[in-house]
């Protein structure tokens, strides 16, 4: 009996310590649209960011920063200005959405421009849906700007960053990618193919995973820890 207890025991702390080394992959969120610079990293598109390319979701620190790495130096490489951003052409009105892969209870988001709050919401200290967007009134500012959009939590003292390269009024551009991009390659599956980390998958896109099938809700790249019963935001089961 002792024994059998002593392996319940052991199988219960295997199980608990799974759930929480699967937690940091799965938690926290990010600007998804227009693509913030983790997005660009976690599809490939920019060489050199770093491990944030493996969670972009997991730009996380104290609240009241004004960078665009949350003062996180494992996420040095989203506040260096002289890398090579895609930039997003955008009109004066310019819908952003996040991506949740874990919704805390939110107080507010705030945009910034330079020391300017360029927009300011309310998460009313309620749980997100899987995704929320804003639209932002950016009449008065032209050109390429850095935006800096911050996910405060309502729980803790914590906050998200998320930076995003915009030209107000003019169109986007993507510099072309550096010969040694340091994430996988991003390749496309046939319809209805096993779920995979690291794949670009469109909207309608439909897979397979533990037995199930699913259709993709949003475009992205996916990654370890997005398996579609974890990202409900991302897949919908059939
Ligand atoms: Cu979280």
Redesign the pocket.
């Known amino acids: 009996m002792r024994r059998f207890l002593t392996l319940l025991s052991m199988v219960f702390l295997t199980v608990a310590g799974t759930v929480v080394i699967a937690q940091p992959a799965l ?3 990010y600007v998804s649209a227009p693509p913030s610079r983790q997005a660009h990293c976690a599809a490939g598109r920019v060489a050199n960011c770093g491990p944030i390319i493996y969670e972009p ?1 997991s730009v ?1 620190g104290p609240k009241g920063q004004r960078n665009c790495h949350a003062g996180d130096p494992r996420w040095a490489p989203l506040n260096d200005d002289s890398k090579a951003w895609p930039v997003t052409g955008v009109g004066t009105s310019v819908t952003f959405t996040w991506t949740f ?2 919704r ?1 209870a939110t107080r507010d988001y705030e945009y910034y421009i330079g020391g300017t709050r360029v927009g300011y919401f309310s998460g009313g200290g309620a749980q997100p849906p899987p995704t929320v967007s804003h639209t932002l009134n950016l009449s008065g500012f032209s050109g390429r700007q850095k935006i800096l959009a911050i996910w405060n ?1 309502a729980d803790t003292a914590m906050a ?1 960053y998320s930076c995003v390269d915009v030209n107000v009024g003019g169109g986007g551009s993507t510099p072309s990618p550096s010969p040694s991009p340091s994430p996988t390659p991003t390749q496309t599956t046939p319809p209805g193919g096993t779920w995979a980390p690291n794949v670009s998958y469109a909207v309608g896109a439909t897979v397979t995973y533990g037995g199930a099938t699913y259709r993709c809700r949003q475009a992205h790249t996916s990654l370890n820890g997005w398996e579609p019963p974890n990202a409900p935001a991302l897949w919908q089961r059939l």
């Open positions: 938690a926290h969120g979701q996380e892969t874990a805390h939590i998200f």
